[in-house]
Structures are given as structure tokens and as C-alpha cells.
């Protein structure tokens, strides 16, 4: 094959020569500046394939009028005239697509300025109530906690008022009340005519014995007669009411009732008669059913050892109350102390005429 290096010679086959020389012109063209082209064409995704294709149709007449001639070059030998250009080919089927060109470079990314705050927009309308929920069922109670500390005690109020005084127990008894004060007489019934004014025997204590009502009662006052005619003097004593032991005869427990003292009529009454003492209870000292109790007069804790009771009158009749009698403290030495009433002996006066002194008990 005919080099192309020879196309600038001066070989006698001038035709062909030339002929291959514009080959390898278009070629070497083709060669150099086609890639060139399709270099940047591919890079700016701009190439036009019309244009492209004429250009290898061009090449593609060219190579077929070359082959021919080496063809015909080769038949003849180097003598040969030269043949007759042979037809153009067909062009050439177009070329593949040139390779993708490389990705830009990324443009810049610039936020634009923040636009101004719009106007704050009129506040709608209210809308309608919405309808209320039924209440829930109440839920179930928790456990009790525990008991907290006790606090500390508070300091003690002020004393209220006294309130007024209720009415007494037993009370409404006032018809069966006792009264016995009649004297036997005006000069020869004191009890003193009876009784032996010996040392020991002085009467400073008389006890008259007595029996509550059935129902019981509350004490009003105790009363006693006394006689003038054989006055000696003054003399003080009070009154008391305690409960008495039938069995062992005499007084027992705290006194129910204590009077204030009293002294005995000075002068005595001009016509020498009897006078009665009252001691009124301002408690209401209550006295229990069907018992036996001793309304006592003594000068106990107000006396000298001369004073006595030997004033006091006897009731009148014989044992005008059945269901008492006349007591006289008569054991051991004169007392001057209340205390002895619950300790001393207590004996029971009773003769042919004495059996109570006279004396009262009076119930609410």
C-alpha cells in the first residue's frame, strides 16, 4: 500500500498520488482538527450532528475514491493508466455520540434580605360558647391519712358564770314534817329537873333521833324549846343533822347540816316561859327515804366547862314520838370539839315521863 509519507513526490502516477495525498489531508484534518472539535463541541454540549455528518460523509467519499485507486493501482501495475473514479459510497452511518461533558461548577447560593414584618392582621369575632361538659363522676375516695400529732394542750378557760340554782331534791314534803316543841310546862319541864348535874353527866350534847319520810325529803330547818325558868346565864350552841346508826346508837359520817351558833335568850322572857330556837338550812341538804337521822344541839367548840344544856324543854306527853328518842353524850370527859360526836357514847334517856325533847324538823 502506497504511503503517505509519498504524497509530496514526484512519482509518475501523479493522478493517484494526488489523489491520495487529498486523502491524507482530509484525513490528517479529520485527525487534528476533528477531535479538537468534537472535544469542544462535547464539552459545550453544543456540537451540531448535521454538520458532523457532513463532514464524515466527505471522509467517507474521499476513503472510497482512495480505495478504488489503490484497487485499480494494484490491477494495472505501475504502468497502468488510471481508472476511472469510481462512484462515491454511501456515507457513512453516524458516528457515535461523544462522551458527557463534566459538571459545572455549583453557582453561589445567596439568601436574599429578609423582607419587612407585615401588619399585625384585625382580630377576628369571638365565636360561640361552647356547650359545658357534664360533671364527671365523682371518683373514689382515697384512704384516711394517719392521725397527726396531738398538738399541745391549750391553757384552761376563764371560769363561766355560776348558773342559777336548781331546786332541791325531795322537795314538795312539807306536809310530813314533825313539830313537837310543845313544852310539858312553863317551870318544872326543863330537862334539867331529870337530869343529874354531876361532873360527868352534863348534857353539852343532846341528839334527838328521827325517820326521814318514805320517799325521802330535803331539810328546811331543825328547831328546839328552850325554858327560862331556870336561866343561869348565857349560853352558845348550834345545831346539826347527821345520820344515825340505830345498831350502834350514835352519829355517823359527816354532819348533813351545820347551823351558825346561837346563844340563849338573855334576859329570859319576862313571864318565865319557853322560847324556840330555829336553825334554817340554806343548802338543800337531802335526806334519804325511811332513815334514821339526829337532830343535835350542842355547845361543842363555844363553852366553858359550867355551860350546859339544861335549858332545853322536854315534849309534852308521854313518848309523843314513837319513832325517835332523846340521846345524851355522856361518855368520858367533857369535849369542846364537834369531833366527838362520832366517837363518844351515846346513851338513850328514857323514865317514867321523858322519852323526846321538845324539838322540830321541817321538810321543803
Known amino acids: 500500500m502506497l504511503s503517505i509519507a509519498s504524497c509530496q513526490s514526484a512519482d509518475p502516477t501523479e493522478y493517484i498520488n494526488k489523489t491520495l495525498c487529498d486523502v491524507s ?38 476513503m472510497a475514491k482512495l480505495t478504488a485507486a489503490v484497487v ?8 497502468g493508466s488510471p481508472g476511472i473514479p469510481g ?11 461523544g462522551p458527557t461533558g463534566t459538571t459545572g461548577l455549583m453557582g453561589l447560593s445567596l ?5 419587612y414584618t407585615g401588619a399585625t392582621g384585625d382580630t377576628g369575632m369571638q365565636g360561640p360558647k361552647g356547650e359545658t361538659s357534664p360533671t364527671g ?16 394542750t391549750g391553757d384552761t378557760g376563764a371560769t363561766g358564770d ?4 336548781g331546786g332541791c331534791p325531795f322537795a314538795g314534803h312539807a306536809a310530813e314534817s314533825l313539830n313537837f316543841t310543845e313544852p310539858q310546862g312553863t317551870t318544872a319541864t326543863a330537862l334539867s329537873q331529870y337530869i343529874s348535874s354531876t361532873a360527868n353527866f352534863l348534857p353539852q350534847s343532846l341528839a334527838q333521833t328521827f325517820l326521814s319520810p318514805p320517799t325521802g325529803a330535803s331539810l328546811a330547818s331543825i328547831a328546839f324549846t328552850f325554858l327560862s325558868a331556870n336561866f343561869l346565864g348565857e349560853v352558845t350552841f348550834a345545831g346539826y343533822v347527821y345520820e344515825w346508826d340505830v345498831a350502834a346508837d350514835g352519829p355517823v359520817g359527816q354532819a348533813i347540816f351545820a347551823s351558825p351558833p346561837a346563844v340563849s335568850t338573855a334576859p329570859p322572857p319576862p313571864d318565865g316561859g319557853a322560847y324556840i330556837t330555829v336553825f334554817n338550812s340554806t343548802t338543800c341538804a337531802a335526806l334519804a327515804a325511811n332513815t334514821t337521822y339526829a337532830a343535835i344541839l350542842s355547845t361543842a367548840g363555844y363553852f366553858t366547862a359550867d355551860q350546859r344544856l339544861d335549858l332545853v324543854s322536854i315534849a309534852q306527853g308521854i313518848d309523843p314520838y314513837p319513832n325517835g328518842n332523846l340521846f345524851i353524850a355522856s361518855g368520858g370527859a367533857i369535849s369542846n370539839d364537834t369531833q366527838h360526836f362520832t366517837s363518844t357514847t351515846w346513851a338513850p334517856y328514857s323514865s317514867s315521863r321523858v322519852e323526846d325533847i321538845a324539838f322540830a324538823v321541817t321538810y321543803l
Open 25 to 62: 489531508d482530509a484525513l490528517s484534518y479529520v485527525t487534528l482538527a476533528s477531535k479538537a472539535d468534537l472535544n469542544n463541541e462535547a464539552k459545550a454540549r453544543s456540537t451540531d450532528d448535521s454538520a458532523l455528518a457532513r463532514q464524515i460523509s466527505q471522509v467517507t467519499i474521499q
Open 162 to 165: 355560776t348558773g342559777p340554782t
Open 72 to 79: 485499480a493501482l494494484e490491477a494495472e501495475g505501475a504502468t
Open 87 to 97: 462512484t462515491p459510497g454511501t456515507p457513512g452511518l453516524a458516528g457515535a455520540s
Open 137 to 152: 363522676d365523682t371518683g373514689i375516695t382515697g384512704p384516711t391519712g394517719d392521725t397527726g400529732v396531738t398538738g399541745p
Open 111 to 115: 439568601t436574599g434580605p429578609t423582607g
